[in-house]
């Protein structure tokens, strides 16, 4: 079961759904052939409307990972390829899965510091920081340095999928990227929601972030509780 959303950053809760069992797909918690429960149990597991229910099912059989079968039910269909809004999204509960959220702990326009890898034209950058969640849990910060010449995006701009936002608001989609992985400590700048304290070792993920240009348009560093996560790269 997810656990609501509403927040003014969240997806259509319909959406919410369809992306949480995309996720449950790809990390092969839902199999090929396996039968879905009636649609009325299923929305009841979910805390919401038959009507909401259907609409995420669709979504799952536009991306064919769903065969509707009338007079015996819904069964997952997999594929190779998995494509999710969260795709690029790498952390995982260690169950598997998860349905993905942020918080915004702070957005502003800044000059690049010294010592980041090359990205973008300009000078300067809009630093978002967040407070990453999988099904309401607490297990990431990030902070994510967009180059101005991309665009500048604000705090009513930014949805919990903020490669949607760019897309939707900017008019640019992320089409590759490049992450490193190792161990770091926690910022300083971490909230108490996330319960890994400063200095303490964490999972580090740097990624490079590139549009439809030779250069990289954005560069980002995650720190992961992997107490609570698993970073998590599908080869298919």
Same mark, same amino acid.
């Given at each position: 079961? @997810?656990?609501?959303? #509403?927040?003014?950053?969240?997806?259509?809760?319909?959406?919410?759904?369809?992306?949480?069992? *995309?996720?449950?797909?790809?990390?092969?918690?839902?199999?090929?052939?396996?039968?879905?429960?009636?649609?009325? &149990?299923?929305?009841?597991?979910?805390? @919401?409307?038959?009507?909401?229910?259907?609409?995420?099912?669709?979504?799952?059989?536009?991306?064919?990972?769903?065969?509707?079968?009338?007079? $015996?039910? #819904? /069964?997952?269909?997999?594929?190779?390829?998995?494509?999710?809004?969260?795709?690029?999204?790498?952390?995982?509960?260690?169950?598997?899965?998860?349905?993905?959220?942020? #918080? @915004?702990?702070?957005?502003?326009?800044?000059?690049?510091?010294?010592?980041?890898?090359?990205?973008?034209?300009?000078?300067?950058?809009?630093? *978002?920081?967040?407070?990453?969640?999988?099904?309401?849990?607490?297990?990431?910060?990030?902070?994510?340095?967009?180059?101005?010449?991309?665009?500048?995006?604000?705090?009513?701009?930014?949805?919990?999928?903020?490669?949607? &936002? /760019?897309?939707?608001?900017?008019?640019? =989609?992320? $089409?590759? @990227?490049?992450?490193?992985?190792?161990?770091?400590?926690?910022?300083? =700048?971490?909230?108490?929601?996330?319960?890994?304290?400063?200095?303490?070792? $964490?999972?580090?993920?740097?990624?490079?972030? =590139?549009?439809?240009?030779?250069?990289?348009?954005?560069?980002?560093?995650? =720190?992961?509780?992997?107490?609570?996560? #698993? /970073?998590?790269?599908?080869?298919?």
């Amino acid at each position: 079961m @997810i656990e609501r959303d #509403n927040s003014p950053t969240s997806l259509p809760l319909y959406q919410q759904v369809s992306e949480f069992l *995309i996720r449950e797909i790809a990390a092969g918690r839902l199999l090929n052939g396996q039968r879905l429960p009636p649609e009325r &149990t299923l929305a009841g597991h979910h805390g @919401i409307t038959v009507r909401t229910l259907r609409k995420a099912l669709l979504e799952l059989e536009q991306r064919g990972l769903l065969e509707r079968v009338q007079g $015996s039910g #819904n /069964y997952i269909r997999t594929t190779s390829d998995v494509q999710s809004i969260y795709s690029l999204f790498r952390l995982e509960l260690h169950e598997g899965g998860g349905l993905p959220t942020a #918080n @915004i702990l702070d957005i502003r326009l800044l000059a690049k510091p010294d010592g980041f890898p090359a990205f973008g034209p300009a000078h300067d950058a809009t630093r *978002i920081r967040r407070l990453r969640f999988l099904n309401q849990i607490a297990v990431a910060i990030e902070e994510i340095w967009l180059d101005r010449s991309s665009g500048v995006v604000t705090a009513e701009d930014v949805s919990d999928s903020l490669y949607r &936002t /760019y897309q939707n608001t900017l008019g640019f =989609w992320i $089409s590759r @990227i490049s992450d490193k992985v190792r161990v770091a400590p926690v910022p300083d =700048w971490g909230p108490p929601a996330f319960a890994m304290q400063a200095g303490t070792p $964490s999972g580090f993920v740097e990624r490079l972030s =590139w549009a439809q240009a030779e250069h990289p348009v954005e560069y980002s560093r995650t =720190w992961f509780d992997p107490s609570r996560a #698993n /970073y998590v790269q599908r080869i298919s």
